[in-house]
């Protein structure tokens, strides 16, 4: 299994909270990716990172901001959590090798009341 | 930008054939994905089908590509209890964007 650890796996705040998911990986691979899962749209790409402090926005990164200062981590913070942002959380990554494999952490769940 | 879409839920008996059907916009994609969710888990590449085939055959997956339509199929051959989960069908946008579709819930019944 690759080496992706996320966290915290499970969190509540209160609409209004910073939050900061952990995505720590130990496969020094060069990409990586924040997705959102919820029913009905699937997973969702807010966030990407194709190298130390190289990120760009996905489809749905409004409210989201994210930092890479090492290849090992990657962060996703929610400056100001709101109710639509209950979600589960997945932290992705790929070194692009031979045909592209995506490999995924096991999620955090986050529930903004 | 690519738009992945499938069908939210497939219901099979235990035996049969399932087939999950996905279409997407993007015709630059070098390679096409299906991935497996199980519950409270992560995805887990299932298989892929480089962009200049038609089909791929892997044990019980086969793999269907068609370009024209932009249509991507995956048929499950005598479907298991255990391969009830989320199927997603993925492409890659641009250089680095994975997108993946809704997910389609594939449950079996004995």
């Given at each position: 299994d690759a080496g992706i650890t996320q966290s915290p796996r499970h969190k509540v705040t209160e609409t209004g909270t910073p939050v900061t998911l952990r995505c720590h990986q130990t496969e020094n691979h060069r990409y990586m990716y924040w997705y959102r899962q919820d029913p009905?749209?699937?997973l969702r790409l807010i966030h990407y990172s194709y190298g130390v402090?190289?990120?760009?926005k996905g489809e749905v990164s409004d409210g989201y901001s994210v930092s890479r200062s090492k290849t090992e981590d990657f962060l996703l913070t929610l400056e100001s959590a709101t109710s639509s942002q209950t979600s589960v959380y997945f932290c992705a990554i790929t070194d692009r090798g031979v045909f592209g494999e995506l490999f995924f952490g096991e999620g955090s769940r986050l529930t903004v009341l | 930008g690519e738009d992945v879409e499938q069908s939210l839920f497939l219901s099979v008996r235990e035996?049969?054939?399932?087939v999950i059907n996905c279409?997407?916009?993007?015709?630059?994609?070098?390679?096409?994905?299906?991935?497996?969710?199980?519950?409270?888990?992560?995805?887990?590449?299932?298989?892929?089908?480089f962009s200049n085939m038609d089909m791929k055959q892997d044990?019980?997956?086969?793999?269907?590509?068609?370009?024209k339509d932009k249509h991507l199929s995956l048929?499950?051959?005598?479907?298991q209890t255990g391969d009830s989960a989320i199927y997603f069908c993925a492409a890659i946008s641009g250089t680095y964007k994975y997108i993946f579709g809704t997910g389609?819930?594939?449950?079996?019944l004995a």
């Open positions: 009905g749209h699937g402090k190289d990120t760009d | 035996g049969d054939s399932s279409t997407y916009t993007d015709s630059s994609s070098t390679y096409l994905y299906w991935y497996k969710q199980e519950p409270g888990a992560g995805l887990q590449l299932l298989t892929y089908i044990q019980r997956l086969t793999v269907l590509l068609n370009k048929r499950i051959a005598d479907t389609t819930r594939l449950k079996v």
